[in-house]
């Protein structure tokens, strides 16, 4: 696994050398000049820890909520203050652990964001089920609350106890939702689980959609290798048409496509906080991305805090770009969305897309994998599968590594991946 990663990394770098990430970070991030920049801010804190989610939690205290988010606070002015006029930005999500446990904070969280940010196409927040009440939903228009997301991950008893929770109540989900409109209502489904069969799936997503989502994400069932799930992942012929079938019935059904996993079911019901060019991550475990670097802050939930408190950022790693490596990042990151254009490309870069991947876009149309029309690369049904495919390998060579070492260390010396 680790050699295909290395084999294409260094092949699509035309390097040997790995992404170094080091003990070290700026103190003031430089961002003005950052197109589409999003934002994005971690909560860490959870009522139970899911074994098979991979994610920087732990277990929630009113207490220790109030000091993180006295804390983040000063991590937001630490970074914004620098300069005097606002930046305009794309979008603001918040993700977890389960951020609706800092539901009364989030307001003041915004509201110091506003003082440094223009927020232009709305803010998210991911729920847990039972976060989806008639008093939550209302606190959360009212701090200025757009989209939301709801981690349902399967409605089936048999597939949710599996993942060690317990099955969500459809009606209770839809009688709460259909009295508050929000501009995107997400169902967050997981796929590929042991025996799980298209049948099984496609009830899912209908029964999401009867509750009133108008936006469904299916993430596949990732194991790493950390988490101890001891759940068998799908095998690969199996998981391909699973995906393939699934996103033919939300074609059909009317559902625009906008990345690998997520398909809006109307205009203005998009949700994601990944594909984005630039983003800046506020609190424990959040990423960084800019022009000329990737930064990850600390796991650690009580070291975050003393850095905050020491007047310093939270930084534990950062990786300083060669050229061509933020181009993989900018690639691999866009390619999300299933589409490239090629003049957003030559923007953030300077010089032309099929100059500098000219035979691997030629290869990747031989291979079926992509279609070109007036400069736009959009992967086919094959191609996003294996996109999938390639991102998995990716996940468990490098993420499952990158994150594994953050949560035992702090503030690691190096990390070569």
């Known amino acids: 696994m680790n050699i295909l990663a290395n084999i294409t990394r260094m092949w699509l770098t035309r ?24 934002l994005y801010v971690h909560i860490p804190f959870c009522r139970s820890i899911c074994t098979f989610c991979p994610y920087c939690k732990e277990l929630y205290s009113e207490e220790k909520c109030e000091k993180y988010i006295s804390a983040l606070l000063k991590e937001i002015d630490t970074v914004g203050r620098r300069y005097k006029n606002k930046k305009t930005v794309t979008s603001l999500y918040f993700g977890g652990g389960t951020p609706a446990l800092a539901v009364k904070y989030l307001k003041p969280v915004i509201d110091r964001l506003n003082k440094y940010f223009d927020i232009t196409q709305g803010i ?32 089936s008893k ?9 099955a969500p109540d459809a009606e209770k989900l839809k009688k709460t939702l259909s009295g508050n409109n929000f501009e995107t209502i997400s169902a967050d489904l997981i796929f590929a689980l042991p025996s799980q069969t298209y049948s099984d799936l496609k009830e899912d997503v209908e029964t999401a959609f009867k509750i009133g989502a108008n ?45 690998i996993w997520t398909f809006s079911y109307k205009p203005n019901s998009g949700y994601s906080s990944m594909t984005r060019e630039n983003f800046l991550g506020f609190g424990c475990s959040a990423t960084t991305l800019l022009n000329s670097q990737f930064k990850i802050n600390t796991f650690n939930v009580n070291e975050y805090k003393k ?23 900018y690639l691999f990151w866009t390619a999300y969305s299933t589409k490239v254009k090629s003049k ?15 035979f691997e876009l030629w290869l990747m149309k031989k291979c079926g994998f992509i279609t070109e029309r007036n400069g736009i690369y959009e992967m086919t049904l094959k191609g996003a599968f294996y996109y999938h495919h390639y991102e998995n390998y990716y996940t468990l060579a490098y993420i499952d590594k ?6 035992k260390c702090s503030f690691p010396d190096k990390m070569i991946l």
């Open 307 to 329: 850095r905050i408190d020491e007047g310093q950022l939270p930084t534990s790693l950062t990786l300083r770009f060669t050229r061509r490596q933020r181009m993989i990042y």
């Open 124 to 155: 998210g927040i991911e729920l847990h089920p039972d976060d989806v009440t008639d008093e939550t939903l209302t606190v959360l228009k009212n701090s200025g609350i757009t989209k939301i997301s709801i981690g349902i991950q399967s409605f």
């Open 158 to 166: 048999k597939y949710i106890k599996l993942l060690g929770r317990k």
């Open 215 to 259: 936006h469904i994400a299916i993430y596949p069932f990732i194991d790493f290798t950390f988490a101890n799930s001891g759940i068998k992942p799908m095998k690969k012929t199996e998981k391909r048409q699973l995906l393939d079938m699934i996103t033919v019935y939300l074609n059909n059904k009317g559902c625009k496509r906008e990345s």
């Open 402 to 407: 990158m994150w594994g070492i953050m949560r």
């Open 15 to 38: 390097s040997i050398k790995p992404f170094v990430f080091k003990n070290e970070y700026d103190s003031f991030l430089e961002y003005m000049d950052q197109d589409k920049l999003g």
């Open 344 to 358: 957003d490309f030559e923007k953030f870069f300077g010089t032309p897309l099929k100059k500098e991947f000219g």
